[in-house]
């Protein structure tokens, strides 16, 4: 089943507690992304990577990293959390082979607390 | 400064009746519009779709408008039935797969 996988989906911790919240694709898809929900502000991009070893700022990456060292994996790294990253977390990926469909495929969601 | 908007945070419409959640942009350089759908505890799903080259595009119940001199899109389901109740999310492109800009979601309830 082609999917995107999330772990972990719930996650309370600590200012300043690293944590790693992993990203896994099994659809070969070069493009992954991650984005944050939060109320009245929708999904906003945090990091993207258009590939292995390729990665990019989105919208709001104060405060994330990201790696790309294999095709299917994009983990998203929180060095020191603090309380204003408490959010919905979503993982994303897609294809460039198709050069009209743009859809992205979300996991499942992380919903980080940061107390 | 949000590029993608979605003034109406909540929809109730009556079952059976038509939908209609709309969205407008800023940015004229987006050339491809996308609607996701999404039920919670779930991450959202592709709905439909539409290019910057057409003005309309339909799927079954589903139908995306797009206006471009207006800047606006919105989208048509047409009968409503309960399990569309949802949170909906319209998306623009400005010339790459990877990177949407999302509005901020408009939570649709169909009534019995």
């Known amino acids: 089943e082609a999917q995107v996988t999330q772990n972990p989906r719930y996650l309370i911790t600590v200012t300043g507690k690293k944590l790693t919240v992993t990203c896994s694709q099994n659809?070969?898809?070069?493009?992954m992304s991650w984005y944050r929900q939060d109320p009245g502000l929708g999904l906003r991009q945090i990091y993207y990577s258009m590939n292995v070893e390729v990665t990019d700022k989105g919208d709001v990456p104060e405060g994330y990293k990201v790696s790309r060292k294999e095709k299917r994996n994009f983990p998203l790294i929180l060095e020191s959390p603090s309380p204003n990253q408490t959010s919905l977390y979503f993982c994303?990926?897609?294809?460039?082979?198709?050069?009209?469909?743009?859809?992205?495929?979300f996991g499942p969601g992380t919903r980080l607390t940061v107390t | 400064d949000q590029q993608v908007k979605q003034n109406s945070p909540s929809l109730s419409v009556q079952e059976g009746r038509i939908s209609i959640l709309n969205c407008d942009y800023t940015n004229s350089m987006f050339d491809y519009f996308l609607w996701y759908k999404k039920y919670p505890a779930e991450g959202p799903t592709f709905l439909i779709s539409?290019?910057?080259?057409?003005d309309k595009n339909e799927d079954g119940r589903f139908t995306v408008f797009l206006n471009k001199s207006a800047k606006h899109l919105s989208l048509h389901i047409v009968p409503s039935q309960p399990g569309d109740s949802a949170v909906y999310f319209c998306a623009a492109s400005a010339g790459g797969a990877q990177k949407l800009v999302f509005g901020q979601g408009t939570r649709l309830t169909i009534n019995p």
């Open positions: 539409i290019s910057s080259i057409k």
């Open positions: 659809m070969n898809h070069e493009y």
């Open positions: 994303a990926s897609t294809t460039n082979r198709d050069a009209f469909s743009y859809e992205q495929y």
